[in-house]
């Protein structure tokens, strides 16, 4: 079974009226995986069309680097830095 990972994912959301940069946490097992959550999570939450979402870089966290307090309490190894 493989090892579930944290990924930041980093991009821009580019509509007609709304421009924007982003950065995303997300646990998956491959960098596929992360971008394939992050498509479903901004569309879902901010109603954006795939084709406006632009995916800059995907780069794999070590627990020490991981700053959403959500994702780092679900991270073995890194809980006992979270305050």
């Known amino acids: 079974m493989s090892e579930v990972k944290v990924f930041r994912v980093i991009g821009q959301i580019r509509k007609p009226n709304f421009q924007t940069e982003f950065q995303k946490e997300i646990r998956a097992l491959k960098p596929e995986d992360a971008i394939e959550k992050v498509y479903m999570e901004l569309g879902s939450k901010h109603r954006v069309k795939r084709f406006q979402i632009i995916i800059s870089r995907v780069e794999e966290l070590n627990p020490e ?13 890194a809980e006992e830095s979270v305050q």
């Open 65 to 77: 680097e991981i700053e959403d307090v959500l994702v780092k309490k679900m991270t073995p190894g």
